[in-house]
């Protein structure tokens, strides 16, 4: 009986941990109150900071909607420990928008200079409201953290980096916002010296640089990687969407447009630097494997708040749109959807598509703009016999995937009737 005894506390206590991993989960939320024992979802602490000071490695601390500000809540820093701190639901954007850093232009939200390595995860907030001299919102110093799914919003650096500054690091940002964000000298976005920056699925929008770079500027920097972002509508005196200083980028499926400049409006590159761009949107043009330059065709303005722009790609055959998280459709197709590498990975993004990735942040994604007839199982531009060979092969069949036509349970009458209402078109 003991031994049981034993068995069901230990049964109990790893019930406590993280489902991620094996780490605690330690709960904030701002009606919180800071204690020793507190931090379980039913008795959160206060302050974010108190609670990553209670974190140990490998733990989440997992921060709930809320507008958090003074002591405590910015300038933070897990001091070199690898923790997960997170929003509540990090994939819906209410939530995020809804989990907000603000430092109340009295410091920044996150400091990172403590040798955190990638698995020190910082996802799904939103910070805004930061400034400092480098990184307004962000700082990385000899440290490298992932950063995921974060809205990173006007933001201000006296120095570089208006949202985020990295030096000597290692980051790699993904499926991120950055915009709004200003610098008094150089990278109104993102400034990066001496590491590497990996930048994937990312809008990049509206920022400003007194000096260089716009979006994103960085100096000695060997590593830059740009995939599947949007770099749209900055301002810096020269390189209004990216400068390179000493530096080599890679850029590929991506959109760069309408970002000004006196001198090199999109990409600025000092004599020491080298990019390769292919398979984007650039611009005015810009020599590369797969480069286009025409209109993007971006949604635009959009709702009642000034100012705010929505950067999907227009589409005749469905849009996703961001005030109602329905599909839409729209007068006309951007020629932005398909025309990614045709090596790139499109599995994520929904059907129908022309087995081609979209350029631009929204490409390889779940709202990734679509292109073609639903019926049209071979993308080959018509509907026919060869459609209909294939929707027999999958008669009868659960969840057959493209091929179940109304979404419902198995391929059967319902589907071949909706498929009939597409029989011989032709794009």
């Not at 919180?32 to 602490?45: C, F, M, R, T």
């Not at 403590?114 to 910082?122: K, M, N, T």
């Not at 799914?149 to 690091?169: D, E, H, P």
Request: with cysteine.
């Amino acid at each position: 009986m003991k031994r049981v005894i034993f068995l069901l506390a230990i049964l109990c206590g790893l019930c406590g941990l993280c489902a991620e991993g094996l780490g605690v989960i330690i709960h904030v939320d701002p009606t919180g109150i800071d204690a020793p024992e507190g931090g379980a979802v039913n008795d959160p602490l206060a302050t974010i900071q108190y609670a990553l000071d209670a974190a140990g490695v490998g733990d989440t601390v997992i921060i709930h909607p809320g507008t958090y500000t003074g002591p405590g809540n910015y300038n933070l820093s897990p001091r070199g420990k690898d923790v997960h701190i997170r929003s509540i639901d990090p994939n819906d954007a209410a939530v995020v928008a809804s989990t907000i850093i603000n430092p109340a232009a009295a410091g920044r939200g996150f400091t990172f200079v403590d040798g955190e390595s990638a698995a020190c995860i910082l996802e799904g907030l939103t910070i805004t409201g930061g400034s400092e001299g480098r990184g307004g919102a962000v700082r990385c110093d000899n440290s490298s953290p992932t950063i995921i799914r974060c809205v990173f919003i006007a933001n201000t650096a006296t120095l570089q980096g208006g949202a985020i500054y990295l030096r000597n690091s290692n980051t790699v940002i993904r499926q991120s916002v950055i915009t709004g964000n200003t610098a008094n000298t150089d990278g109104g976005g993102i400034e990066c010296w001496y590491g590497n920056i990996t930048l994937v699925n990312c809008l990049i929008s509206s920022n400003t640089a007194g000096g260089q770079g716009g979006g994103v500027d960085t100096f000695n920097s060997a590593d830059v990687t740009i995939v599947q972002c949007t770099i749209a509508e900055n301002q810096a005196l020269s390189g209004g969407g990216i400068y390179l200083w000493q530096s080599t980028a890679a850029v590929e499926n991506c959109i760069l447009w309408n970002n000004t400049a006196p001198q090199k409006s999109q990409i600025g590159l000092h004599p020491d630097s080298q990019i390769a761009v292919s398979w984007s949107n650039v611009h005015g043009g810009y020599a590369g494997e797969g480069n286009i330059d025409s209109d993007p065709l971006f949604v635009g303005m959009t709702g009642s708040q000034a100012g705010y722009y929505d950067y999907h790609l227009m589409s005749e055959w469905g849009r996703y749109d961001i005030a109602t998280g329905l599909w839409v459709n729209d007068a006309a197709t951007s020629p932005c959807i398909d025309a990614g590498n045709p090596a790139s990975d499109c599995g994520d993004e929904p059907w129908p598509h022309g087995g081609r990735v979209n350029m631009g942040a929204f490409g390889a994604t779940a709202q990734a703009s679509m292109n073609g007839n639903p019926a049209d199982f071979n993308i080959d531009g018509a509907v026919d016999w060869r459609d209909m060979a294939e929707l027999a092969d999958h008669w009868l069949t659960e969840s057959a995937g493209i091929y179940n036509l109304d979404g419902v349970g198995r391929v059967d009458f319902n589907d071949a009737a909706i498929f009939m209402r597409h029989w011989r078109w032709q794009r």
